[in-house]
């Protein structure tokens, strides 16, 4: 890089920014248009630690790194290598997603009333057998 002069290291770190996951971070928050506070509070850690995986000063574990991801609506696969994953997570209308919540809910009432169900249907089942071990058969 000498032929570059002084500027060289700068501009290898310009050029080489989004080539991280700390750039890949900072590009996507700023597609997204949040501050780096914003982003902190929506991934549930301190924004010193954003702006150290931003810096590339240390790296999320996993399950911070998918939060993030979804956050910044990108794959986790983006942040990770850069390739195959800088599309946009599918968005859902708030419709969309209360027509889920309600199937959800009407499937776990209905989990819930078959529970019960089988429940009762074991407590037959266990007094039969109390009776027959108190029978003399």
Not at 39 to 44: N, P
Not at 60 to 73: C, D, E, K
């Amino acid at each position: 890089m000498a032929f570059l002069g002084k500027w060289g290291s700068v501009l290898i770190d310009f050029i080489d920014e989004n080539q991280t996951l700390g750039g890949r971070l900072q590009n996507a928050r700023a597609r997204q248009g949040l501050s780096v506070s914003e982003v902190a509070k929506l991934s549930g850690v301190q924004k010193k630690t954003l702006m150290n995986w931003e810096l590339d000063r240390s790296e999320p574990r996993s399950n911070r790194l998918i939060q993030l991801a979804g956050v910044l609506g990108v794959q986790a696969a983006y942040l990770l290598d850069g390739q195959g994953g800088d599309a946009p997570l599918p968005q859902r209308s708030k419709d969309e997603v209360k027509a889920v919540l309600a199937d959800l809910e009407a499937q776990a009432e209905t989990l819930a009333r078959d529970v019960l169900r089988i429940g009762e249907e074991i407590q037959q089942l266990v007094n039969q057998i109390t009776r027959l071990r108190q029978s003399d058969w």
